[in-house]
């Protein structure tokens, strides 16, 4: 059963980048569909990622500056990924 579903303009500008860069990623046609079942895996992925991270929460202990440093790690690997993806292939 194919819907309607009304989003911002904002939105719909950022969800037809990700169809963008999945078709190119993939070489064929993809489907809003596609992509937002895509978002949602991913964000699934994370979430299950939060929650084993969160496990290991008793090894790094309550002490605020081994948070911080991993929290610092996180947002470098985010921009290394960022930036690999963004490079030509």
């Known amino acids: 059963m194919t819907t ?15 169809v ?7 070489g064929r046609r993809v489907s809003y569909d596609e992509a937002i ?6 964000g699934k992925l994370k979430d299950s990622a939060r929650v ?3 496990k290991l929460y008793g090894t790094l202990g309550p002490d605020p500056q081994a948070w911080s ?9 985010k921009v290394r990924l960022e ?5 030509p292939r």
């Open 4 to 18: 309607t579903i009304q989003v911002a303009e904002k939105t719909r500008q950022e969800l037809f980048r990700i």
């Open 20 to 26: 963008s860069e999945l078709e190119r990623e993939r």
């Open 83 to 87: 930036r690999i993806a963004k490079a």
């Open 69 to 77: 440093e991993l929290s610092k790690l996180r947002r470098g690997e």
């Open 37 to 42: 079942m895509v978002l949602i895996e991913h």
């Open 52 to 54: 084993h991270f969160r």
